[in-house]
């Protein structure tokens, strides 16, 4: 069993800005007073238990994103009444699969996490190693152009201008590993818009995403994370300093102009490569494509009006889509829009079967997946977890501006 108490209070962030050299306040927020929060490491088969106390001055939940909990565990205010300032809230499920997971609110979800309310939660196989030398990297974007005075960071229009990327809450550090391991290295991207194309040391492995191991490991030069979506790599280490890159990439069209930027840089006491003999892989293929869909989601939306849409539908005036539980269903999400969503599904983690019609070249289990420009991804969704839960697009101004919708499994 993990048990953990997590108190939601108002904090300072003292981002120091590479442009002026300069430390930036951020009225921000904090789960006990740590950026990021907590991490949450449990084992395949451990009941989670946490105590939420909001010494918010606003309402708060916690969505556990990419854990598959009990529908009224979610966080969300679809399944439970916003925890108030001064009030608490206990969440407590198991733990069924393996992955690198995270944490934040559901409510005012844009704000609170811009703000600095995340943490990890890692969820370990007993059958996989966990090297000695583990680093867990949280991402975000802290987009000054928008502060305004409050300290509040909320959009009225789509500008994005990249701000200063932190990495675990710090500007460009440098990290030293003492182990003998190579570096399993697990990232999250929390950013509320940005997304992360990272540029790795040369012998790089990828061998996890949102749901636990791939079914076999790549070797990567360079990792895409959406906002909200994760990766497990194995990075070479050794004693002269190595960097991780931030590749210019944007959500408005992909592969960018500019220079890369240095995320952080590590070196290691001795020279380790990554070993993937410990490691079971299943080596799955993906599923067929049946052919039919059950579903169709279509994501449209302009940055000028900020009015985002799934089917035509500005949440919360949707009308939830039912599935029967226990059937997998067969659905098709469309980008018919000029920016990339990353779309993200509550409750249950799903295949994706095929891109513009080409299947993966392994079997690809995900909660979050990118929508590039104009593309068709077609995902099987097990509809294993009975109740009603959320979909959206995890640039979370575009879900809380409309991309957003809810479906019912029962
Ligand atoms: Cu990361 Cu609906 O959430
Ligand atoms: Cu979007």
Request: aromatic share 8%.
């Amino acid at each position: 069993m993990v048990e953990i108490e997590l108190t939601a209070t108002p904090k300072q962030h003292e981002i120091l800005d590479w442009r002026s050299e300069e430390a930036i306040v951020v009225n921000g927020y904090a789960y006990n007073g740590t950026l990021p929060a907590p991490t949450i490491r449990a084992k395949v088969g451990d009941t989670v238990i946490v105590h939420l106390t909001n010494q918010l001055e606003a309402p708060t939940t916690i969505h556990w994103h990419g854990i598959d909990v009990p529908n009224n565990m979610d966080g969300t205010p679809l399944v439970q009444p916003p925890v108030q300032p001064g009030d608490t809230f206990t969440y407590q499920f198991t733990v069924d699969r393996a992955g690198t997971a995270w944490y934040h609110p559901h409510f005012d979800t844009e704000h609170q996490v811009n703000h600095g309310l995340y943490g990890a939660f890692i969820v370990d196989d007993p059958s996989q190693p966990v090297p000695e030398n583990e680093l867990i990297v949280i991402l975000d974007d802290w987009d000054f152009a928008s502060e305004e005075d409050d300290g509040s960071a909320h959009h009225s229009h789509e500008t994005y201008y990249e701000g200063v990327w932190t990495v675990n809450g710090l500007v460009e550090p440098t990290l030293e590993l003492s182990g003998s391991d190579a570096l399993s290295l697990r990232v999250i991207n929390a950013s509320n818009f940005g997304y992360a194309k990272l540029g790795l040391p040369t012998g790089t492995v990828h061998i996890g995403s949102d749901a636990g191991l791939l079914s076999k490991a790549l070797e990567t030069e360079t990792l895409i994370l959406t906002p909200g979506d994760r990766g497990h790599l194995l990075l070479p280490i050794g004693p002269s300093p190595v960097e991780v890159l931030k590749q210019p990439f944007s959500h408005h069209g992909g592969e960018s102009i500019g220079d890369p930027k240095v995320l952080w840089s590590q070196s290691g006491s001795q020279s380790a490569s990554p070993d993937l003999s410990g490691y079971t892989f299943d080596l799955a293929s993906p599923s067929a494509d049946p052919s039919h869909t059950d579903a169709y989601f279509a994501f449209q939306g302009d940055p000028r009006t900020m009015r985002w849409l799934i089917n035509g539908e500005v949440f919360p005036d949707i009308s939830p889509q039912r599935f029967e539980l226990g059937r997998p269903a067969i659905w098709e999400l469309r980008n018919i829009s000029a920016t990339h969503h990353p779309f993200h599904l509550h409750g249950m983690a799903f295949e994706v079967l095929s891109r513009n019609g080409i299947q993966p070249e392994q079997r690809q289990i995900e909660d979050t997946i990118d929508l590039a420009l104009y593309e068709r991804v077609r995902i099987k969704v097990p509809m294993n977890n009975p109740g009603q839960w959320m979909t959206h697009c995890h640039i979370l101004p575009h879900g809380d501006n409309g991309m957003m919708t809810i479906i019912s499994v029962e």
